[in-house]
């Protein structure tokens, strides 16, 4: 097992490696002067001293090997840049934002496992029957209705007409306590649960039709088992370990790419500062968020399939 | 298993879902091919003194912020989204295909390429296309560009894991003890095999494309925002949402019903591609 972890774990770099280097291209292949762009929006005349000063603080008058060189050194360093909006170390920012971002990512697992997985046990368990066409059919309804269109209704329904719910904005937990973090960020989290209720429920009934079919199965119903211990015993503990991995795939896409409901609800979260960062043309924090959300990805992922070795051992990765 | 000849009336139930998804989609594809005959203004057309009206005889469904007629504007908006999501998804599967076949057939392409495909995956998607379509500017044709390299590593990788386990198959040995090159194997014994997971991913990612798209253009980024789009529509009805929803309710239902029209659709296909995940 710790062979394994290890070995997970060096295999990460070169992933890792290359991330940073997408990132340091797409940065750099922005047409234009990345200073002038910075300094007049594009638009406006800037004077060329200010131009070669910026140029030089951001250190783009060394050649592109030097400059590639140079970021990968003051990454591994730690030094990832400030913000140019707000001349902050850009990590600073991120932890700023981290909160809503964590919670709302929280909150939304917690509703869609909660509504997911006993759906889909429950599709699969009364499979072609009333009940299953209709989860199905609500699940592939959820995956097509836009979470940020969702979104702006539901504030216009129970923000605005019921007035149930904060119409926008995050309640930080160091002002108004879990409850009033929890509050509002309700409409959000249901929002953005939409679509992984649905491919959850989607899931866990493939997933448990699939192990359904095994022979041990039939062995447990031949030796007279009763249906309900098969069925919750025998088949949902082995059906269960791909859905825990895909939950954690839905957490990982969460953390960083919750950006359309954040901006829908007004959330200062990551993904908000990733598209205003983009806006603003600040280039340090935009790249410092994708690289930071990359690695988190990465070693989400390399967290999954540690658990699902443990879950299921007969898995073999390469 | 046997096949037995289908009664109509089980046949039609059967198949149900798929026929009314069909129907849909034809109607859909008819409103943007004879959009001009079908919108009753020029989508295009601002009238500062008709803004956010409300639904009349001249204007169906009312106008928008700019004085634009909404029925227009989503009649035309139907073109962008599907010449967007069928292009993209066509680009998608013959580059991806491509790109599975070299990394799933050579060893050290394999290498490179599929590291570099596994960086591109650690990104978010919306993330990944708001960068690289604010490096490119908007237009429809970067938004496309942009959305395919979005789409090609699962494409990719779907590919490659189907060519590895093909490759050992008993006609690509027989081919290579022919003689055969390994242009004409891949092409010609091994790609043919991986059609149906192809036109499955085809027809499901149809749906998703659209909902990404339509994200892109809700930020504000992507589409051209003079040329009428649903996602467009909704980022500027938002604006107004406390006091006329419906400038955002009709363009999200379109971007739903058509979303839900390809999934069933994909759905369907899959059945009937690969039964046994049904």
Known sequence: ????????????????????????????????????????????????????????????????????IHFIRDILKGDWGTSLHNNMPVFQNIRARMEPTLMLTLYSTVISVLIGIPFGILSAKHRNTVADYTMTTVAVMGLSIPGFWLGLMMVFFFGVRLRWFPVQGYTYIAEGGLKMALYSLTMPAVASALHHISSLTRYTRSMMLDVLNNDYIRTARAKG????????????????????????????????????????????????????????????????IILFVAIIFIFTNILLDIIYKILDPRIEFD | MEKKKM???????????????????????????????????????????????????????????????????????????LIISITVNALAIIIG????????????????LMRILEGINALPTILLALVLIT???NGIDKLIICLVAVNLPGIARLVRAQVLSIKEKEHVECAKACGAKNRRIMFKYVLPLCYSPLIIRFTSGLGATILTQASLSFLGVGMDPHMANWGGMI???????????????????CIAITVLAFSILGDGVRDVLDPKLR
């Open chain 2, 235 to 253: 980022n500027e009805g938002k604006a107004m949402i406390f006091a006329m929803p419906q400038q955002c309710a009709y363009p999200g239902i």
């Open chain 2, 7 to 81: 009664k109509p009336g089980a046949f039609f139930r059967r198949y149900i879902r798929i026929l009314v998804a069909g129907a849909v989609l034809l109607f859909i594809f008819c409103v943007a091919i004879f959009a001009p005959f079908i919108a009753t203004h020029d989508p295009d057309e601002t009238d500062i003194y008709k803004m956010n009206q409300l639904p009349s005889e001249e204007h169906i469904l009312g106008t928008d912020p700019f004085g634009r007629d909404v029925f227009s504007r989503l009649v035309y908006g139907s073109r962008s989204t």
């Open chain 1, 225 to 288: 088992l009763i249906e309900n211990k098969v069925f919750y015993k025998h088949a949902l503990k082995n059906a269960l370990a791909p859905v825990v991995t895909n939950i954690g795939f839905s957490i990982a896409g969460m953390l960083g790419g919750s950006t359309v409901t954040e901006t829908v609800f007004n959330l200062n979260g990551m993904g908000k500062l990733a598209y205003d960062s983009l806006v603003r043309r600040d280039y340090p924090q935009e790249q410092a």
């Open chain 2, 97 to 112: 295909a491509c790109l599975g076949l070299l990394c799933g057939y050579y060893k050290n392409v394999d290498a490179i």
């Open chain 1, 1 to 68: 097992m710790t062979r394994f972890v290890i070995k997970r774990l060096f295999s990460a770099i070169p992933v890792l490696f290359i991330v940073i280097t997408l990132v340091f291209f797409m940065m750099r292949i922005i047409p234009g002067d990345p200073a002038a762009q910075i300094l007049g929006g594009g638009v406006d005349e800037v004077d060329p001293a200010q131009i070669e000063m910026l140029r030089e603080r951001l250190g783009l008058n060394e050649p592109i090997g030097m400059q590639y």
């Open chain 2, 135 to 137: 490096v490119m500017g």
